[in-house]
């Protein structure tokens, strides 16, 4: 029988004197790259011809704001859809914590954004579910990778999530490097 090898890790974790600077490449789908790709593929056909169309016809009264609000959505999916796809292939989190800051980002070959949070305020930092809530845009982007996380904290009075496409280990594995360098669960909540 064979042996199974552990897999190489996909997360980075720096413990440095003067920070903890943890990086988590996105976890990639094929599907998704795939039918995404193909997907901008047609969209960028619609993106061109649409406007074309627009100039060289004659529209209806009152068609013009149809047509137009279709374009204005129709450009919106596809930026979308091009963020979703460019963050399947290049996208990362980082998560750095130097000195009363803790920091979480998502970036595509350094762009992004990124919240600050006061370490002070934060507490219970945990291995949480990923929930799904159709109202909630975070949850809705979560199908195509970008949304949510498995780990959770509170701050303010509110749960933030951060870690989307760890897997149970690799989210133990921040869950302890954060707990065992700022002792973060020994606080009690606010």
Request: glycine letters at 10%; charged letters at 25%; a positive charge.
């Amino acid at each position: 029988m064979a042996k199974r090898r552990p897999s190489t890790p996909r997360i980075t974790i720096t413990d440095q004197p003067d920070e903890l600077h943890i990086v988590i490449p996105c976890r990639r789908s094929l599907f998704v790259i795939i039918f995404l790709g193909f997907w901008v593929c047609g969209w960028a056909v619609g993106e061109v011809m649409a406007p074309i169309q627009f100039l060289n016809a004659t529209p209806q009264p009152g068609e013009e704001w149809l047509i137009l609000a279709w374009f204005v959505v129709w450009t919106v999916g596809g930026v979308l859809a091009i963020y979703a796809w460019l963050w399947q292939v290049m996208g990362k989190e980082t998560v750095t914590v130097r000195g009363t800051i803790f920091s979480t980002r998502r970036e595509i070959r350094g762009f992004g954004f990124g919240k600050d949070y006061d370490l002070m305020q934060i507490n219970d930092v945990r291995l949480g579910q990923d929930k799904f809530d159709p109202m909630d845009i975070t949850s809705a982007l979560q199908l195509w990778g970008i949304g949510g996380g498995v780990i959770a904290f509170e701050s303010g009075g509110k749960t933030y999530r951060f870690g989307a496409g760890l897997d149970e280990a690799e989210a133990k594995q921040v869950v302890e490097a954060l707990k065992r360098r700022f002792k973060i669960a020994e606080r009690s909540p606010k």
